[in-house]
C-alpha cells in the first residue's frame, strides 16, 4: 500500500514508526506514563484505538491496554520480523503501525496491547 501522501501529514519520525516498522524507545514516548481520561486515536487516519480505562501500568516502557475500543479499531497480523513469533497490531482504518499485542496482560483478558506513543493521539474527555 502507497502511504507517500500520509508524509506531508506526519512528522518523519511518525511516518517511521506508522509506516516503516519503527519503535519508540522505551520510556520515552509521550503516553507511556500518561494518566488522563479521554480516548486514543490513531495519530494518522483519527481512527478511535483505546480508552483511557483499558490503560493499565505494565512496566514496559509503553502505553499498554486490555483490549481495543472495539474488535474493529486495530487488525492483527503475525510478525516474525526479530528473529521471535509476534502478533503485530495495525489500525483498522488506515493500516498504520501501532505495535504488538502479548498474553501477559492483566485481567479480564489477559492480554497487553503494547503501543507506540508517536502512533497516537490523545484527546481529553470532558
Given at each position: 500500500m502507497d502511504h507517500s501522501h500520509k508524509k506531508n501529514k506526519l512528522s518523519k519520525e511518525q511516518y517511521n514508526i506508522c509506516f516503516e516498522g519503527g519503535?519508540?524507545?522505551?520510556?520515552?514516548?509521550?503516553?507511556?506514563?500518561?494518566?488522563?481520561?479521554?480516548?486514543?486515536?490513531?495519530?494518522?487516519?483519527?481512527?478511535a484505538?483505546?480508552?483511557?480505562?483499558?490503560?493499565?501500568?505494565?512496566?514496559?516502557?509503553?502505553?499498554?491496554?486490555?483490549?481495543?475500543?472495539?474488535p474493529d479499531s486495530i487488525k492483527e497480523s503475525?510478525?516474525?520480523s526479530v528473529g521471535m513469533r509476534?502478533?503485530?497490531?495495525?489500525?483498522?482504518e488506515c493500516?498504520?503501525?501501532?505495535g504488538h499485542v502479548f498474553p501477559d496482560g492483566p485481567p479480564?483478558?489477559?492480554?497487553?496491547?503494547?503501543?507506540n506513543s508517536t502512533s497516537l493521539r490523545f484527546e481529553?474527555?470532558?
Open positions: 519503535t519508540d524507545a522505551p520510556f520515552k514516548g509521550k503516553y507511556w506514563d500518561h494518566k488522563e481520561t479521554g480516548t486514543y486515536y490513531c495519530v494518522c487516519c483519527g481512527n484505538l483505546f480508552h483511557s480505562f483499558d490503560k493499565f501500568e505494565s512496566h514496559s516502557g509503553w502505553p499498554s491496554y486490555t483490549k481495543p475500543c472495539s503475525e510478525d516474525g509476534r502478533i503485530e497490531i495495525s489500525c483498522g493500516g498504520a503501525h501501532l479480564p483478558t489477559g492480554l497487553r496491547y503494547c503501543i481529553e474527555k470532558e
